[in-house]
């Protein structure tokens, strides 16, 4: 597992790195032998909880990130799909139409406002000249 190093990441580290240095020289120098055993066992769990609880903040974080990251996507493409549900829906009702209205057309080209929240610049492209080129502006149609 890899973990990137981001601005909010380095304060977790750095903090981490001086909990274990300072544990490790107050457990040499302090207590060179001559304290108890369980001072030294004390200090030692406090050190450990201390560690222990900053590296799972930090994973929990990532965690956090990661799920909101996720529920994003989810919620895009979400909206994408409504969209082109939408669009093709709208599509089928004006296709089957024998004579189409101006508010057909109004409609479409609105429609077109809504999925470019949604859709590439290719899609948008291909769906102008798709409404300025097809039969769409004709009032009568054969079927």
Do not use: W
Not at 8 to 31: D, E, H, N, S, T
Not at 46 to 54: H, V
């Amino acid at each position: 597992m890899t973990i990137k190093l981001t601005g909010k990441k380095i304060p977790v580290l750095v903090i981490i790195a001086i909990v274990l240095v300072i544990g490790y020289l107050m457990l040499r120098i302090i207590f060179n032998g001559s304290t108890p055993d369980i001072t030294l066992g004390f200090f030692a769990v406090i050190l450990g909880f201390t560690l222990t609880s900053l590296v799972t903040f930090l994973l929990l974080n990532e965690q956090t990130d990661a799920e909101l990251c996720k529920e994003e996507s989810i919620q895009f493409l979400n909206l994408k799909m409504s969209a082109y549900q939408e669009l093709l829906q709208q599509l089928y009702n004006v296709i089957t139409k024998i004579k189409i209205s101006k508010e057909d057309i109004i409609g479409l080209r609105l429609l077109n406002q809504h999925i470019s929240y949604a859709a590439s610049a290719e899609i948008l492209q291909g769906f102008n000249s798709f409404l300025s080129s097809s039969l769409l502006f004709k009032q009568k149609r054969k079927i």
